[in-house]
């Protein structure tokens, strides 16, 4: 969880500059700057030509129909970077500012959900031209009159006509507003949604490790279809446009009257081009047999996977029942918080990680070995020292490892501790001769958070599913054990508002531009991603490098070996299979801690000065 309290230090959190400073680097996604062209007939999304030290950003599916005609179809990243202030332009490469989302000046209306806000950051973002005319929903989750942070963002807000605050609705005591949400009404009658990592403060926005997904843009329904949109059917295929529709829809049903003028208007909008499943959260006592069509919490996250079918280590054993245990795959948490979950692993083991490890396909699995191993992505405080802005970045990553319960829990998830940064003099590498692939954010400190799944726990050159989201690893998050309720039925139990967007490789088969679930014949393979978005589009798996970081021989991006003189089937095959990129936010191969080293702590004392000299104290 993130706590805004300031703590008693030496060094002040450091001003990052001024809002407009975030857009260096960046992708304008800005249509023209001024409202003097006519809007009807909708303007193409086009730049003539992007501004000095900006691109044009295209969505994935606009960017893979520009690619030359090359030996596999390739879709870039369905996530996004955000740009980092003080890297340089190879490390921003395809990456998005908060200019670059909300500068559009056909944006009419803006819902902007969040943890924490900075009114006067928000505004700035806007074209200056129809800044005052937007109207601008900001949604918290300080429902205590007197909140400071409440009364804070009403007397900022209060300065701008066109704001509106709402409050989220918070039954569960312990439970916070952490989804981080942009939703867009645009003057020519499209919708867009941006998903993303960030608070809505400058500090996260400037050099952070943060990441966004941006939906297409959505289309109003023709009026005859807009008649039964109320309809839920718990029957659509998951990563449907129209399955994440009815999830979104009820996610924010779960606000109350809060958000109904958007229900009301978001209702009205083509979702069907929409590629990936809604993984959400929402506060209180969730059943897990009713008809409801929408799961919340590690629930959804264990119904969707169902759907989604990965590349079991037992597939590749040649039906003998023996699993090489080099092949097993695995799944990367890398989050920026880590709360209190318990003495024992009893939770994480048999309700997170049980979740994470469903799929498409029999049960039981082959055998234990087929199940993922799994590993987590926190920082030290040595990397912390090194970030960017040094001490100042701690302040947004917390846990704990000072009392005795804590120190039980540091016990059992110290086996699977890795470095953010991988160069760490101290940590414990796989091999001193396994190529590094550089992600370029090893100094920007990660605010992001990710849940990917690899085919291959060694080479990591596949990709079977990838998470992007605002939940941290806590049971608050994600949900507490089942338990029952009065009538004897199993529940879950949600303290918090999250949100994020699950995808896989099958979801962008398709070649028509349209949303199936994943059910077409073409094969599609997701590889990670580079300092770029887009995975190579030509030439054989062994002249692969861009995507890849460093040249990996004849090892196929799918984890199988690929040998010359294969036959004509099977070059068919390659020709038809659609390769979808996924942008990493760290380097591989990962470094696990070495034995003494600890996660970073906020709360704290750090009396070794970061590389601007300062030190961290907690009062």
């Known amino acids: 969880m993130e706590n805004n309290r300031s703590s008693k230090r030496t060094v002040q959190d450091a001003e990052l500059g001024k809002a407009g400073d975030v857009r260096n680097g960046g992708i304008s996604r800005a249509t023209p700057r001024s409202l003097s062209r006519a809007v009807s007939p909708p303007l193409k999304k086009r730049r ?34 955000t740009t980092i202030r003080s890297l340089g332009q190879n490390s921003n490469k395809d990456t998005v500012s908060l200019k670059s989302l909300l500068g559009d000046p056909l944006i009419k209306e803006c819902w902007e959900f969040n943890y924490l806000h900075d009114i006067d950051f928000l505004m700035s973002a806007f074209d200056s031209d129809v800044r005052h005319l937007i109207k601008v929903h900001v949604i918290h989750g300080f429902w205590k009159k007197e909140d400071p942070n409440r009364l804070q963002i009403q007397s900022d807000a209060a300065r701008y006509p066109n704001i509106t605050t709402h409050h989220a609705y918070l039954p569960e005591p312990f439970g916070t507003h952490h989804s981080k949400m942009m939703v867009l009404l ?71 009257a809060a958000c109904n003028p958007l229900i009301d208007q978001l209702a009205k909008y083509d979702f069907s081009s929409i590629r990936g499943s809604l993984i959400a959260s929402v506060p209180g006592r969730h059943s897990l047999v009713d008809d409801f069509p929408t799961r919340w919490g590690w629930a959804a996250m264990k119904k969707t996977l169902k759907s989604v079918p990965v590349r079991q280590a037992g597939d590749r054993a040649q039906g003998s029942g023996d699993v090489d245990d080099s092949e097993k795959p695995e799944v990367v948490i890398q989050i920026s918080s880590i709360a209190t979950l318990g003495p024992t692993d009893n939770w994480l083991k048999n309700t ?19 199940k993922p191993d799994f590993k987590i992505i926190f920082p030290t405080p040595d990397e912390i020292r090194k970030s960017l802005d040094g001490y100042a970045s701690g302040g947004s990553i917390h846990t704990k490892i000072q009392s005795a319960q804590q120190a039980k829990q540091l016990q059992y998830l110290r086996p699977m501790f890795c470095h953010w940064a991988n160069d760490s003099a101290d940590g414990v590498g796989t091999t001193t001769t396994t190529p590094i692939r550089e992600a370029g954010r090893n100094r920007a400190a990660p605010h992001i958070k990710t849940f990917i ?52 490789p099958e979801l962008f088969a398709d070649s028509d531009g349209t949303s199936s679930g994943g059910k077409t014949g073409r094969k599609a393979v997701m590889v990670p991603t580079f300092l770029t978005d887009t995975p190579a589009s030509h030439g054989s798996e062994k002249d692969r490098t861009s995507s890849l970081g460093e040249k990996q021989g004849p090892t196929s991006t799918s984890g199988n070996s690929e040998k010359d003189g294969k036959g004509d089937d099977e070059k068919e095959e390659k020709s038809s299979t659609v390769v979808v990129g996924l942008r990493m936010p760290y380097s591989l191969p990962l470094k696990r801690y070495g034995l003494q080293e600890v996660p970073w702590v906020a709360t704290a004392n750090h009396l070794e000065p970061d590389w601007m000299g300062q030190v961290w104290r907690h009062g």
């Open 352 to 370: 997170l990680f049980e979740a994470l490890s469903g799929s498409q396909g029999p049960k039981p699995l082959l055998s234990s070995k087929s």
């Open 186 to 256: 645009r003057a020519d009658d499209t919708a867009e949604i941006i998903i993303h990592t960030a608070n809505m403060i400058p500090r996260d926005w400037s050099n952070m490790t943060q990441a966004a997904w941006i939906s297409p843009r959505l289309p109003l329904l023709k009026p005859d279809a807009q008649q039964n949109t109320s309809s839920p059917r718990s029957s659509l295929p998951a990563g449907s446009g129209e399955k994440f529709k009815i999830d979104f829809l009820n996610y924010l049903r779960s606000y109350r």
């Open 48 to 81: 003539t030509s992007p501004e000095e030290g900006e691109e044009e950003s295209v969505p994935a599916e606009e960017q893979a129909k520009k690619q030359p005609c090359s030996y596999r179809r390739v879709v870039a990243s369905p996530f996004h970077l």
């Open 453 to 504: 799944r690899f085919a291959n726990h060694n080479t990591k050159n596949s990709i079977d599913w990838a998470l992007l989201t605002s939940a941290n690893l806590s049971k608050q998050a994600w949900g507490d054990a089942q338990s029952k309720n009065n009538a004897g039925e199993p529940q879950v139990r949600i303290c918090s508002y999250e949100i994020g967007v699950l995808v896989w």
